[in-house]
C-alpha cells in the first residue's frame, strides 16, 4: 500500500478532510492551504481510546518492574481528545503534568474477534500520540487512571493519519523546548501493533475511528505552563503542543484533591530514583 496522510482541518469555518501533498494540504474539492497555515483538528472522531500500560523495555527497565504475561489497559475519555498545535491544559492547582510520546493505532473497519496475522486489515493506519498524565491524580485512581489520564486536553493526537506505514524499527522522540527527552524504537514493543488490536477486539468491538495507543519509552517527566512538547515518529511527523494553566483552580468541595506522596513523586520525576539513593536518570536523550 502506498503511503499517503490525511488531517482533518478547520477550513473556511468547516471541519474538512484533506490530504498532504508536500507543504499544502488539499480538500476534496480542490481547496488547499499551507501546512503550517492550517488549524488542525484530531485527525480521527474515536468512541474509545484504549491505551497499554507498559510495553517498550527502556520503559519497564526505568520503572524497575517486570511485564505481565499479557498487555494491561486503560481508557482515556473521549473528551480528552486534543489535536496538533493546540494547548494542553495543567489545571490550576496541580503540578505533576507529564508528557508520554505514543504511536497511534487508529482503526479502519469493525473489527471483532480477529487473529493477529488479520489484524493489519482493520488497520486504517497510524498517527502520532501523548498520552499526558496528571500525577497529582495517583493516590485516588486505585489503578483506574481515569483523573491521571483522562482531564480534558491530555490526549492530543495528529497531525494526520498516515496509511501504508511500517511500525517496525521506527524512532520516536519526545522533545521539550527543542530538547530531547525520550528518545525510543518501536523494536523496543513487547507487544506489537497487530498483537494489542487482536487483543482488545477478543471482547471488545473496534470501530472505525477507534484509537489504540501502543506504549511509550522511558523517561516521561513533568512539563510546565510556557512548555513546548513535540512528539516525533520517523515516518510519521511531528505532534506539537503548548501548555498552559487553567483558569480556575481544582474545586475542594468535592472530591479527593492533589496529593505529592512518595508515588506521585517517584512517578513524575522518574522512578524511584529519588527515595532508593538511585542515580538521577539522564534527561539530556544521550542515552
Same mark, same amino acid.
Not at 42 to 58: E, R, T
Not at 122 to 132: C, E, L, T, V
Not at 248 to 254: F, G, K, L, N
Given at each position: ?66 511485564? @505481565? ?33 505514543? #504511536? ?18 482493520? #488497520?486504517?493506519?497510524?498517527s502520532i500520540a501523548n498520552d499526558y498524565g496528571l500525577h497529582d491524580f495517583r493516590d485516588t485512581d486505585s489503578g ?14 495528529? @497531525? ?11 524512532? #520516536? ?76 483552580? #481544582? ?6 484533591? @492533589? ?29
Amino acid at each position: 500500500m502506498p503511503v499517503r496522510e490525511t488531517r482533518r482541518i478547520l477550513l473556511d469555518g468547516n471541519f474538512v478532510d484533506v490530504e498532504r501533498r508536500g507543504d499544502e494540504l488539499v480538500a476534496g474539492d480542490g481547496r488547499t492551504v499551507g501546512v503550517a497555515a492550517a488549524v488542525h483538528l484530531a485527525p480521527v472522531i474515536p468512541s474509545k481510546i484504549i491505551c497499554v500500560h507498559l510495553n517498550y523495555s527502556s520503559r519497564v527497565q526505568e520503572m524497575m518492574v517486570s511485564l @505481565p504475561a499479557a498487555p494491561t489497559y486503560f481508557h482515556k475519555p473521549v473528551s480528552a481528545l486534543n489535536a496538533h498545535e493546540s494547548a494542553v491544559v495543567r489545571p490550576l492547582g496541580c503540578k505533576w503534568l507529564n508528557y508520554e510520546g505514543e #504511536i497511534a493505532i487508529v482503526i479502519g473497519r469493525t473489527a471483532r474477534n480477529i487473529a493477529p496475522d488479520q489484524a493489519g486489515d482493520y #488497520i486504517r493506519g497510524y498517527s502520532i500520540a501523548n498520552d499526558y498524565g496528571l500525577h497529582d491524580f495517583r493516590d485516588t485512581d486505585s489503578g483506574s487512571m481515569l483523573r491521571v489520564k483522562g482531564a480534558d486536553t491530555l490526549c492530543p493526537v495528529g @497531525p494526520g493519519v498516515v496509511e501504508g506505514w511500517d511500525f517496525h524499527g521506527k524512532q #520516536i522522540r519526545t522533545l521539550v523546548n527543542g530538547d530531547v527527552r525520550q528518545d525510543g524504537n518501536t523494536d523496543e514493543m513487547k507487544w506489537d501493533m497487530h498483537y494489542l488490536v487482536a487483543d482488545i477486539a477478543r471482547t471488545i468491538t473496534l470501530q472505525p475511528g477507534d484509537l489504540l495507543l501502543s506504549g511509550t519509552p522511558a523517561i516521561s517527566r513533568t512539563v510546565y505552563p510556557g512548555d513546548v512538547v513535540e512528539v516525533e515518529v520517523e515516518g510519521l511527523g511531528t505532534l506539537r503542543n503548548h501548555i498552559v494553566e487553567g483558569p480556575t483552580p #481544582i474545586r475542594t468541595d468535592v472530591g479527593a484533591q @492533589p496529593t505529592e506522596s512518595e508515588e506521585v513523586l517517584s512517578t513524575a520525576q522518574g522512578g524511584d530514583w529519588e527515595f532508593r539513593g538511585i542515580r538521577k536518570p539522564d534527561l539530556s536523550g544521550k542515552h
